[in-house]
């Protein structure tokens, strides 16, 4: 079965760290581009971060350079996203998501059109 399940969300205090993972099963996740995205209530689905499989290379939305690093371990067929820094603001269900390539507009989850994962909460509140 082909599935994608994030994990690693919980509640931190404004300035604190959280990572969180992406695995996949079923299919070699290497292979794939794969993006981060947050739906906060009452807000679209925005993209935040993602990265190639062909060169590795790394993107990230404008709110978050500097404090939020995409990562991936092929070996554990697995995609991290290390937040730091964390605001109010960051409160979201997070997803990640996996495709051939990196969309042309990465950051509209339109764009992704493979496998989704279903979510993970991070909670950011003093």
């Known amino acids: 079965q082909l599935q994608l399940v994030e994990s690693g969300g919980g509640l931190v205090h404004p300035g604190g760290s959280l990572r969180l993972s992406c695995a996949a099963s079923?299919?070699?996740?290497?292979?794939?581009?794969v993006g981060w995205f947050r739906q906060a209530p009452g807000k679209e689905r925005e993209g935040v971060s993602c990265?190639?499989?062909?060169?590795?290379?790394?993107h990230y939305v404008e709110s978050v350079k500097g404090r939020h690093t995409i990562s991936r371990d092929n070996a554990k067929n697995m995609v991290y996203l290390h937040m730091t820094n964390l605001k109010p603001d960051d409160t979201a269900v997070y997803y990640c998501?996996?495709?051939?390539?990196?969309?042309?507009?990465?950051?509209?989850?339109?764009?992704?059109?493979?496998?989704w994962g279903q979510g993970t909460q991070v909670t950011v509140s003093s």
């Open positions: 990265i190639s499989s062909s060169d590795g290379s790394t």
């Open positions: 998501a996996a495709d051939v390539r990196i969309p042309v507009n990465p950051w509209l989850s339109d764009y992704w059109r493979g496998l």
């Open positions: 079923g299919f070699t996740l290497g292979d794939y581009a």
